[in-house]
């Protein structure tokens, strides 16, 4: 039986920012959001000629308030993950225990599993991150720079080798 391997380390708020962002968790940073900006910019564009062709100032006030809205769907998201990352970069150690079969993270607070059975899903991430997805959509992240480079190897295989990468 292979031995388990324990990391220890504390995530950045750079690093639960970058993980969070490129999760894909987090909905309207995507394709929905390009086509809600781009039909805002169509309203405003709208809005804009309307009001030089009509003298509407009500067009007018239509324009800044589409630009508006853009600016806040846009915007929303990212400073929602920044927030985020903010209040989970706490400076708490977490262990990771990697056994064969399961990972269990401690954080401290709570503990869980999570089985290495192809239920969830890894990437990734710049190099620099591996995160993985639960089946109930918990976020797992692994700063690369936490795995002594001897072992890094067994540890990225068994996370991959228990996940389906994504």
């Known amino acids: 039986m292979a031995a388990a391997i324990d990391l220890f380390y504390t995530l950045t708020e750079d690093e ?4 969070l962002k490129k999760s894909g968790l987090y909905k309207g940073t995507g394709k929905k959001m390009i086509i809600e900006d781009v039909l805002l910019v169509i309203f405003a564009v709208y809005f804009v000629f309307s009001f030089v062709t009509d003298h509407n100032v009500f067009m007018l006030i239509m324009a800044i308030i589409s630009v508006i809205f853009m600016e806040i769907l846009t915007l929303a998201p990212y400073l929602s993950m920044k927030k985020q990352a903010k209040l989970l970069a706490n400076g708490k150690p977490i262990k990771m225990h990697l056994l064969p079969q399961k990972m ?25 991150l591996i995160t993985v997805i639960t089946p109930d959509k918990q976020l797992v992240i692994i700063p690369v720079r936490a795995i002594p480079r001897e072992i890094s190897y067994e540890v990225q295989s068994r996370i991959f080798d228990g996940t389906v990468e994504k």
């Open 16 to 19: 639960l920012y970058t993980a």
């Open 104 to 128: 269990v993270m401690d954080d401290g607070e709570k503990k869980w599993d999570i089985k290495l059975n192809e239920s969830s899903s890894c990437r990734i991430i710049d190099d620099k």
